[in-house]
């Protein structure tokens, strides 16, 4: 079983539309989560952490239950700016500093 | 913020021929430093983590003799992709943390995309 599941989408929405993504992950000890952006053939980018509380950052939400081992990113009023692939990863129990596993991620495409 | 750059950003080689990819920490000491792999449409995969004047730790199914990490300063890390295969063509990104960037969040290069004819 992979550490980091994702559905890749595709996800198609216009602007404006809400839009969630959900991710499992498979060690339960797992310490810390993120939400990274990446664009077409460019370096993922850090989108947002994860907090136990749940946390938002203007249009993005974020919830994590650790009991299900869930994760998840809501946007609201999607732009065009928006589309790109973002990626749920976790910091694994007992890593090395910055070891980090990446679900596949989900690509989004916001249209006019 | 902290910076990663990255080198060259785009490569093309024969088969059988190395190639050197350079990791360089612009504004920070990276005591660690990590290679991943990314295949079109799938997501990054470890490769190998490296420590600053230590061998690097490989990830399995990683071959160590093929794929050469050096990171002989805390600002510079190189993987050379030796002996070339088509099939060795990929997106190549390195990462960097430093002792104070605990919270997580690794500072990427931006990518080094290997074909190899």
């Known amino acids: 079983r992979k550490e980091v599941e994702q559905d890749p989408g595709p996800f198609n929405v216009p602007e404006g539309a809400t839009v969630a993504f959900n991710c499992t992950y498979s060690n339960s000890a797992s310490q810390s989560f993120f939400w990274y952006r990446q664009d077409c053939r460019k370096e993922p980018k850090l989108l947002m952490s994860?907090?136990?509380s749940g946390n938002e950052d203007g249009r993005f939400t974020a919830q994590l239950n650790r009991a299900s081992q869930y994760i998840s990113l809501l946007i609201r009023d999607s732009k065009l700016s928006d589309s790109a692939t973002y990626l749920c990863v976790v910091k694994g129990r007992g890593s090395t500093l910055g070891r980090l596993y990446f679900g596949r991620g989900t690509q989004l495409t916001v249209w006019p | 913020g902290a910076v990663v750059s990255q080198h060259p950003s785009r490569v093309i080689c024969k088969s059988g021929t190395s190639v050197k990819i350079e990791c360089r920490s612009l504004d920070f000491q990276a005591t660690t430093m990590f290679w991943y792999r990314q295949f079109p449409k799938q997501s990054l995969m470890l490769m190998a983590t490296s420590n600053e004047g230590s061998k690097a730790t490989y990830e399995q199914g990683v071959e160590k003799d093929k794929f050469l990490i050096n990171h002989a300063s805390l600002t510079l890390s190189t993987l050379t992709v030796t002996s070339a295969h088509p099939e060795d063509s990929s997106f190549y990104i390195c990462?960097?943390?430093?002792?104070?960037?605990?919270?997580?969040?690794?500072?990427f290069g931006e990518g080094s995309r290997l074909t190899v004819l």
């Open positions: 990462s960097a943390s430093g002792a104070s960037h605990y919270t997580g969040e690794l500072f």
């Open positions: 994860v907090y136990s």
